[in-house]
């Protein structure tokens, strides 16, 4: 007879965080693991927004990945002690999809991005990392201590897609539906970026820029000022 083989690709739902006050993700982990992995895509226009934040197991820390100035830091922070810091990228808030992932096992912690991996950080305090029970992605909830969800700075706006935990791929449509995880203010489902910049309303050869909710001309070189370039 015949014999069909198939591989099964994660479903591509992506989700967007729309509020830079109130939205979050929250997804569930598999607590007490030696270890950790996370990965995920997220696109966006603004330079700063919480990516990801979760309490580790067995009193190993906090974990804090963040996009501050267009790069991607990734913090593990124990009471008052940082014990691990990674910087890596430049200009990820271009509006394109960028794939981020984080592997830990025993003192050694990678940051992957865009499939290249960054300078490995080494635990200088031979803390062991387990994984958490539950993960903060684009923000946290008002009722939460700093341990639990920690965002020292605003909340993402932009989108996220492929959420992996522990090797495990996240069903955001079950997220949609009630019966995995919660959420607030999100779209699911749905990717709603905007290019600001195009059409390029900034007249005489300005320059656009954006954010989230608006764009910005550089007038410089060109003669002109105004907000579109056009005085």
């Not at 591989?7 to 739902?13: D, F, M, T």
């Not at 499939?115 to 539950?134: E, F, K, L, M, W």
């Not at 020292?152 to 706006?157: C, L, S, V």
């Not at 955001?172 to 919660?182: A, D, E, R, T, Y």
Request: hydrophobic share 30%; glycine share 8%; with cysteine.
């Amino acid at each position: 007879g015949n014999v069909t083989f198939s591989c099964s690709e994660p479903q591509i739902v992506p989700i967007t965080f729309v509020n830079s006050r109130s939205s979050y993700l929250l997804l569930p982990g598999t607590p007490q693991i030696d270890g950790l992995s996370v990965s995920f895509q997220f696109r966006t226009w603004n330079k700063d927004g919480l990516l990801l934040s979760t309490e580790l197991s067995e009193g190993s820390g906090t974990l804090l990945l963040s996009l501050e100035g267009g790069t991607v830091r990734l913090v593990i922070q124990k009471m008052t002690e940082r014990t691990a810091e990674i910087l890596t990228g430049s200009s990820l808030n271009d509006g394109l999809w960028h794939s981020v992932s984080i592997n830990a096992r025993r003192d050694r912690i990678t940051l992957s991005l865009d499939n290249d991996a960054a300078s490995p950080a080494q635990d200088t305090t031979r803390v062991q990392i387990y994984s958490g029970n539950s993960y903060y992605f684009g923000g946290c909830p008002d009722n939460l201590t700093d341990s639990q969800c920690l965002n020292p700075i605003k909340a993402f706006q932009g989108c996220m897609r492929l959420i992996f935990i522990d090797n495990q791929p996240k069903d955001l449509i079950s997220v949609q539906q009630g019966s995995l995880g919660n959420f607030s203010d999100l779209h699911i489902d749905l990717c709603s970026i905007k290019d600001r910049c195009l059409p390029n309303y900034c007249e005489h050869g300005g320059s656009c820029s954006q954010s989230w909710t608006t764009f910005y001309c550089n007038c410089s070189n060109t003669g002109y000022t105004g907000a579109t370039c056009h005085n």
